[in-house]
Nanobody, 115 residues
Framework: VQLQASGGGLVQPGGSLRLSCAAS????????TRWYRQARGNQRELVAS???????NYADSVKGRFTISRDNAKNTVYLQMNSLKPEDTAVYYC??????????WGQGTLVTVSS
């Protein structure tokens, strides 16, 4: 199983980006998908998660601004990011828990929020 993340880039404060992460390979069922981020000098932190039944959870810092969703037919998870702030600048990583199979990570995509 491989994960391919895309959608990062440079955006001005207040702008929007949509990240995508597509899984390919031998996939039976995707249980949980998550987005993490890691800013320079900081530990990796959980941003958002979505699991079976489309149950979502968000870090307090992104609630009301970010939306996680997924397309099971395409084995793809998305992160819609609105009202971006400079403190959202980080490398964003997608995570899939596939059953059976285990944990898989994407390669990371850089989001830079700056004027």
């Amino acid at each position: 199983v491989q994960l391919q993340a895309s959608g990062g880039g440079l955006v001005q404060p207040g702008g929007s980006l949509r990240l995508s992460c597509a899984a390919s390979g031998n996939i039976f069922r995707i249980d949980t998908t998550r987005w993490y981020r890691q800013a320079r000098g900081n530990q990796r932190e959980l941003v958002a998660s979505i699991r079976s039944g489309d149950i979502t959870n968000y870090a307090d810092s992104v609630k009301g601004r970010f939306t996680i969703s997924r397309d099971n037919a395409k084995n793809t998870v998305y992160l819609q990011m609105n009202s971006l702030k400079p403190e959202d600048t980080a490398v964003y990583y997608c995570y899939f828990f596939i059953n059976p199979g285990g944990e898989y990570w994407g390669q990371g995509t850089l989001v830079t929020v700056s004027s």
